[in-house]
T-cell receptor, first 112, second 113 residues
Framework: AQKVTQAQTEISVVEKEDVTLDCVYE???????LFWYKQPPSGELVFLIR??????QNEISGRYSWNFQKSTSSFNFTITASQVVDSAVYFC?????????FGAGTTVTVRA | KAGVTQTPRYLIKTRGQQVTLSCSPI?????VSWYQQTPGQGLQFLFE???????NKGNFPGRFSGRQFSNSRSEMNVSTLELGDSALYLC????????????FGPGTRLTVT
């Protein structure tokens, strides 16, 4: 069975601080894909990144960066110089059996 | 390119009634998945369809059913509604399945009274 754990329920930061969201996953598959999604107050899930299990290179996209470590089954997400617009719930997800298994989500609140 | 559309956006139903939710995927996407989101259980997988075939079903009672049409549009149906079915129902589409980027619609907010 696949499982995704996001240990942080809520994180509150002041604007311009960096924030790191942790994600740990469990799977028996040798090939799998990991995702991060953002859910702003409007409710729609917004795709952020997809990473396959063979690519352990870190990725940076603007203020967002991701650190994938297969040895520790982790796929952490960092927002650099956070902004108020980053306030949302962030979900980590793992693909398998034609579905995504989501973590419980981390609510990020960025205060001005 | 138009995104995933879901109708209706909001629904209020009474216990015991049934409801049908609709999802139109992004043009060219053949896989449609449905998820239920509640504060207590989070995001839970309902089912996935590809080319009109259900490839996987989540751990939900038989009251939850779905189908996909030849144009990839999908519907899900919930019969004999219960209070616990109140949730945000999200539809996602992707080219061929969950290994690819799944793009979500705005959801249908179902309230059962």
């Amino acid at each position: 069975a696949q499982k995704v754990t996001q240990a942080q329920t809520e994180i509150s930061v002041v604007e311009k601080e960096d924030v790191t969201l942790d994600c740990v996953y469990e799977t028996r598959d040798t090939t799998y894909y990991l995702f991060w999604y953002k859910q702003p107050p409007s409710g729609e899930l917004v795709f952020l990144i997809r990473r396959n299990s063979f690519d352990e290179q870190n990725e940076i996209s603007g203020r967002y960066s991701w650190n994938f470590q297969k040895s520790t089954s982790s796929f952490n997400f960092t927002i650099t110089a956070s902004q108020v617009v980053d306030s949302a719930v962030y979900f980590c997800a793992l693909s398998g059996d034609y579905k995504l298994s989501f973590g419980a989500g981390t609510t990020v609140t960025v205060r001005a | 390119k138009a995104g995933v559309t879901q109708t209706p956006r909001y629904l209020i139903k009474t216990r015991g009634q049934q409801v049908t939710l609709s999802c139109s995927p992004i043009s060219g996407h053949r896989s449609v998945s449905w998820y239920q989101q509640t504060p207590g259980q989070g995001l839970q997988f309902l089912f996935e369809y590809f080319s009109e075939t259900q490839r996987n079903k989540g751990n939900f009672p038989g009251r939850f059913s779905g189908r996909q049409f030849s144009n990839s549009r999908s519907e899900m149906n919930v019969s004999t509604l219960e209070l616990g079915d109140s949730a945000l129902y999200l539809c996602a589409s992707s080219l061929v399945g969950s290994s690819y980027e799944q793009y979500f619609g705005p959801g249908t907010r179902l309230t059962v009274t």
